[in-house]
Structure formats: structure tokens, C-alpha cells
């Protein structure tokens, strides 16, 4: 590979409408991932006290807080991904919810 080849590679070049299409609203659809992440957080956060019989404020807002963020780590392209991320955020919420509360918890400090 010559020195001409390299500086080449490096040289901006304009998008074309595939590449442009595939790399626009990136940031909205991260976003709109986060809202039904964090939703389904709540949602399961919810379930999982109900079926526990407790709630705690703090992990309440954290179970919607975790749900966000795996959201928004995992964009929105179509219905069946959001309702992919939102069940998959209520679920693991709702049984870490419900497991944490069952649970017997120890004081470590």
C-alpha cells in the first residue's frame, strides 16, 4: 500500500442516499428507544412490586433509569423492535424486582 492510497482513504466524501438515509434521525431513534425502555422499566418495576408486596422509591427509579439506557443503547427501527425493547425491559425489571424483594438482604456496611 502506497502513501497515496492512505491519503486517499482519509479524504471526506459526500453520502450517498443509502448511507445518508441509514445514518439520519440516528440520535431520535436512540432516543425514542430510551422513552420505551424506560416505560417498560417502569411497567415491570410496577409488576414485580405488586407481586412482591413491596416498593422502594430508589429502586423504582433506578429500574426505570436501567430500562432507559438499555433502551437507548438499542435504537428504534419499527414497531417490532420497540415492542421488543419495551417487553424485554418490563420483563427483566419486573423479575429482578420481584426476586430482589423476595429475597432476604443483608446490611454489608
Known sequence: MNYQTIIRSFIMRTLN???????????????????????????????GAIASGTYNRNAHLAAIGAGAIGGAVNPIRGVGSAIATFGSSTALTGATTYIGNTGTSTRIR
Open 17 to 47: 442516499a443509502n448511507e445518508l438515509n441509514y445514518v439520519s434521525g440516528g440520535l431520535v431513534l436512540n432516543a425514542v428507544g430510551g422513552i420505551a425502555g424506560g416505560i417498560g422499566g417502569h411497567f415491570g418495576y410496577l409488576g
